[in-house]
């Protein structure tokens, strides 16, 4: 069982929910960890609150909302839902609306869930078993998706040759040294070495970040550059004091707009589970 599955009750899993608005779709999700004795109502109200404050952040990959509030009291015990809807929500994201499914996050502390995160990042990254997800019929059938206990379909040769091709580019130009070393390329005036750390940032610090975190520490890894740049996920609030100790921040446009200047540059991601996205703004913010 992976820790994604295993932070997931089945009767914390409601499938084709039907709800009038963004607002009603967290509280089924918090609802069911209400029910399951995870959580209190008022994480529920949290994880509503947050979005009202901050925008659709949550919304971090096309049709996916990852609802999640700070740990606080409310939180009885680190735990996941699961609810996909039957009719398509807008959160109010310029790109990854309309949302389909929806995965609320309690935690109890910064760390109790960072694996079932990366476990969550990957799934969602993959573009077979993210379709899978909006057709399994019950919790079993999705508890076979995220412990990957289930029979794959072939990959379709043009999305097989698509994720060769950015391999292949990422292995050619990321294969280069230390960004704050490398001397191979011309560099203009302006140009200081690197700090050796990147900051992902949400509103709560332990959530959509790590999203975007573990998206980012892979890209790196392909480009042989994991091993001279930290990354942190981080909060809006952290962020602002932070900023100056990275080269610069990836974090969305609801929570830029927060943040305004900090100093360094702030980069919009919109899909936080896009390999191929990522690595875009990594060749424009370092110039590769």
């Given at each position: 069982?992976?820790?994604?599955s295993g932070?997931?009750?089945?009767?914390?899993?409601?499938?084709?929910?039907?709800v009038?608005?963004?607002?009603e779709?967290?509280?089924?999700?918090g609802?069911?960890?209400?029910?399951?004795?995870?959580i209190?109502?008022?994480?529920?109200?949290?994880?509503v609150?947050?979005v009202d404050?901050n925008?659709?952040?949550?919304v971090?990959?096309?049709?996916?909302?990852f609802a999640?509030?700070?740990?606080?009291?409310?939180?009885?015990?680190?735990?996941l839902?699961?609810?996909?809807?039957?009719?398509?929500i807008h959160f109010g994201?310029?790109?990854?609306d309309p949302?389909?499914l929806v995965?609320?996050?309690a935690a109890?502390n910064d760390?109790?869930h960072t694996?079932?995160?990366?476990d969550?990042a990957k799934?969602?990254?993959?573009?077979?078993?993210?379709?899978?997800?909006?057709t399994?019929?019950?919790a079993?059938?999705?508890?076979?998706?995220?412990d990957?206990?289930?029979?794959?379909?072939?990959v379709?040769k043009?999305a097989?040759?698509?994720?060769?091709?950015?391999k292949?580019?990422?292995a050619?130009?990321?294969?280069?040294a230390?960004?704050?070393?490398?001397?191979s390329?011309?560099?203009?005036?302006?140009?200081?070495?690197?700090?050796g750390k990147?900051?992902?940032v949400?509103?709560?610090?332990?959530?959509?970040?790590?999203?975007?975190?573990?998206?980012l520490?892979d890209?790196l890894?392909?480009?042989?550059w994991?091993?001279y740049?930290?990354v942190?996920?981080?909060?809006?609030?952290?962020?602002?004091?932070?900023?100056?100790e990275?080269?610069?921040?990836?974090?969305?446009?609801?929570?830029?707009?927060?943040l305004g200047d900090?100093?360094?540059?702030v980069y919009?991601?919109?899909?936080?589970t896009?390999?191929?996205?990522i690595d875009?703004?990594?060749?424009?913010l370092y110039?590769?």
């Amino acid at each position: 069982m992976s820790d994604l599955s295993g932070l997931l009750r089945d009767d914390a899993v409601a499938l084709d929910v039907t709800v009038r608005d963004w607002r009603e779709a967290i509280r089924v999700a918090g609802g069911l960890l209400e029910d399951t004795g995870s959580i209190t109502s008022a994480y529920t109200d949290a994880m509503v609150d947050s979005v009202d404050a901050n925008g659709p952040y949550i919304v971090v990959a096309p049709g996916f909302a990852f609802a999640h509030a700070r740990p606080s009291e409310a939180v009885k015990e680190t735990a996941l839902s699961w609810v996909r809807l039957k009719h398509p929500i807008h959160f109010g994201h310029a790109k990854n609306d309309p949302v389909t499914l929806v995965v609320a996050l309690a935690a109890q502390n910064d760390s109790a869930h960072t694996s079932a995160m990366k476990d969550l990042a990957k799934l969602l990254g993959n573009r077979a078993k993210r379709e899978r997800l909006d057709t399994v019929t019950s919790a079993s059938e999705l508890r076979q998706v995220l412990d990957g206990s289930e029979k794959q379909a072939p990959v379709d040769k043009p999305a097989a040759e698509t994720a060769a091709a950015h391999k292949a580019a990422s292995a050619s130009t990321g294969a280069a040294a230390d960004p704050a070393a490398d001397t191979s390329a011309p560099r203009d005036e302006e140009t200081v070495p690197s700090k050796g750390k990147i900051l992902t940032v949400c509103g709560n610090g332990l959530g959509t970040s790590l999203f975007l975190k573990n998206t980012l520490e892979d890209v790196l890894t392909q480009w042989g550059w994991a091993k001279y740049l930290t990354v942190e996920a981080t909060d809006t609030i952290s962020a602002k004091g932070r900023a100056k100790e990275a080269d610069f921040l990836l974090t969305s446009g609801e929570i830029a707009r927060t943040l305004g200047d900090v100093g360094v540059p702030v980069y919009v991601i919109d899909d936080f589970t896009d390999e191929i996205e990522i690595d875009r703004a990594l060749r424009s913010l370092y110039a590769v």
